[in-house]
């Protein structure tokens, strides 16, 4: 049940609620790997759950007070703590599969050797560990060697994680904690299948829809984005004229869905669009923006996001790519 970015932007445009509309993007973003290559998990086991999915999120856009009690606490500063709210509130409260246990961690003589993220149990009785990740990469590629696309040329913004890295840690690690003797012996009656829900964004050199063969384990229809140097960025601006555009600086917990932009913030933003590429243009550290334009029935839209990254992180990012085995 897989949709496409336009199918994406449909679905969850239809909720005005902002922590509503992270968990849409969350239920219903393509997966970043293709099936083969690792088990993916599926919100939903039929059409049928798909739809009642959709009207209950209608009704909890209407009155998010329970999702935001659970969801925005002060105490959530990291991205994936906050999508892992999102699905564990979905699962305890909405019609698909029943929540059994979340953040269950293993032990071996007194020493955490791991944490499955959530067991649940379909509405056919199939019981499913999930392992949660979401991740946004940029694609850097050496122009000195061009070669197949790996994962290793995948790289977080702050040159930390590496795809490469994180996919072998889920499928060789996480996904094996529930056939381990220490889950076992916690007494979740089985067998469980794991399953990874992995959803994000890859971001590509240059302009969004420039064509870039992704690595064969990502999935065809995964969520692109582009990236600039700060020098780019500033060569971008001096050649085109952006009076029609508003720029918004993403902060990290604005990383998933796409936000509402009304008239008047739209109009302050251009109003400040110097300042903004000002300071996009010195920028000391991988910055995500996005850009929003006026639609045909007058609304502010999303139509792009990217990273503006420092002139030194290209370079920076191929060694780290290149430290890959």
Not at 88 to 107: D, E, I, K, T
Not at 165 to 187: C, I, M, W, Y
Not at 249 to 255: E, I, L, N, S, T
């Amino acid at each position: 049940m897989a949709v496409q970015a336009s199918e994406l932007t449909r679905l969850v445009d239809r909720f005005d609620d902002v922590t509503v509309r992270d968990l849409a993007w969350l239920l219903f973003a393509p997966d970043l790997l293709r099936e083969g290559d690792a088990t993916l998990a599926h919100p939903f086991a039929s059409t049928h759950e798909r739809d009642a999915t959709l009207a209950w999120l209608k009704t909890l856009d209407a009155a998010p007070q329970p999702l935001h009690d659970h969801a925005r606490d002060p105490k959530f500063t990291r991205l994936g703590i906050y999508a892992e709210s999102l699905i564990r509130f979905f699962l305890s409260h909405g019609p698909a599969a029943r929540l059994v246990a979340a953040n269950v961690p293993l032990r071996q003589q007194r020493r955490t050797i791991g944490e499955c993220d959530f067991l649940l149990e379909s509405a056919s009785g199939v019981r499913l560990h999930w392992e949660l990740a979401v991740k946004f990469y940029l694609h850097i590629s050496d122009d000195d060697a061009p070669s197949a696309v790996r994962l290793s040329d995948y790289v977080g913004p702050n040159l930390q994680d590496r795809f490469d890295l994180k996919h072998a840690r889920l499928v060789t690690h996480q996904l094996a904690l529930t056939s381990r003797a220490e889950f076992a012996a916690l007494g979740f009656a089985g067998p469980w299948r794991a399953q990874l829900f992995i959803k994000g964004r890859l971001f590509y050199h240059g302009v969004e829809d420039e064509h870039v063969e992704p690595a064969p384990e990502i999935g065809a229809s995964h969520l692109r984005g582009w990236w600039l140097t700060a020098s780019e960025w500033r060569e971008a601006r001096a050649n085109g004229s952006d009076d029609e555009r508003a720029w918004v600086v993403q902060p990290r917990m604005a990383w998933l869905a796409s936000r509402r932009l009304d008239a008047a913030a739209a109009a302050t933003l251009i109003a400040e669009s110097e300042a903004i590429r000002a300071r996009l243009e010195t920028t000391a550290a991988p910055t995500m923006i996005a850009a929003y334009a006026r639609d045909e029935a007058g609304e502010w839209t999303e139509q792009s996001r990217g990273f503006i990254v420092p002139d030194d992180w290209p370079e920076r990012a191929r060694a780290f790519a290149a430290a890959a085995p």
